[in-house]
T-cell receptor, first 109, second 113 residues
Framework: RKEVEQDPGPFNVPEGATVAFNCTYS??????FFWYRQDCRKEPKLLMS???SGNEDGRFTAQLNRASQYISLLIRDSKLSDSATYLC??????????FGTGTRLLVSP | EADIYQTPRYLVIGTGKKITLECSQT?????MYWYQQDPGMELHLIHY???????EKGDLSSESTVSRIRTEHFPLTLESARPSHTSQYLC????????????FGPGTRLTVL
């Protein structure tokens, strides 16, 4: 079983749609959680950190459920520029980051 | 925007050559990392460093070596490149807190013929 699991997609959605990505992690001692965005052939860039209370940044909302070891990302009003791969990332402590394989999102006109 | 740089961005080289991939950051971060990523696959940690003169191997076994003589500089060396080393190599750095973001360089895409 992978330490961080994501549905690889692709998720094909029209502009304006709402889309949700899920991620599960296996290490219950994990310390912190992030969503990174990676464009094709580019480096990953932090999209947002994920807090237990849930957090929102504009059109993006992240949720963490420690009991179920589950993280989610919701994107509202999808834009063409949101097309990318979204990486679920878990910090297992001492800055040991474990990356999921990513979920690919394609937003079409 | 992250201040972390990698050179070269692209490298095509023959088997058996020695190569060094450069990584430098101007954020004063003590922690630095090297990841390897094949197309469509997840990132795997191959080396990391907690500071000057500290180097550790990551989860993925790699024939590469690293050095950390200066805080801002974390080069990766392959003594004898092979086709199996063909991949994207990403350098990153962070602060000490577990909640600190890791910032990534633009990567070096290595092709060994």
């Amino acid at each position: 079983r992978k330490e961080v699991e994501q549905d690889p997609g692709p998720f094909n959605v029209p502009e304006g749609a709402t889309v949700a990505f899920n991620c599960t992690y296996s290490n219950s001692a994990s310390q912190s959680f992030f969503w990174y965005r990676q464009d094709c052939r580019k480096e990953p860039k932090l999209l947002m950190s994920v807090y237990s209370s849930g957090n929102e940044d504009g059109r993006f909302t992240a949720q963490l459920n420690r009991a179920s070891q589950y993280i989610s990302l919701l994107i509202r009003d999808s834009k063409l520029s949101d097309s990318a791969t979204y990486l679920c990332v878990v910090n297992e402590g001492f800055q040991k980051l474990v990356f999921g394989t990513g979920t690919r999102l394609l937003v079409s006109p | 925007e992250a201040d972390i740089y990698q050179t070269p961005r692209y490298l095509v080289i023959g088997t058996g050559k020695k190569i060094t991939l450069e990584c430098s950051q101007t954020m004063g971060h003590d922690k630095m990392y090297w990841y390897q990523q094949d197309p469509g696959m997840e990132l795997h940690l191959i080396h990391y460093s907690y500071g000057v003169n500290s180097t550790e191997k990551g989860d993925l076994s790699s024939e590469s070596t690293v050095s950390r003589i200066r805080t801002e500089h974390f080069p990766l060396t392959l003594e004898s490149a092979r086709p199996s080393h063909t991949s994207q190599y990403l350098c990153a750095s962070s602060g000490w807190q577990d909640t600190d973001t890791q910032y990534f360089g633009p990567g070096t895409r290595l092709t060994v013929l």
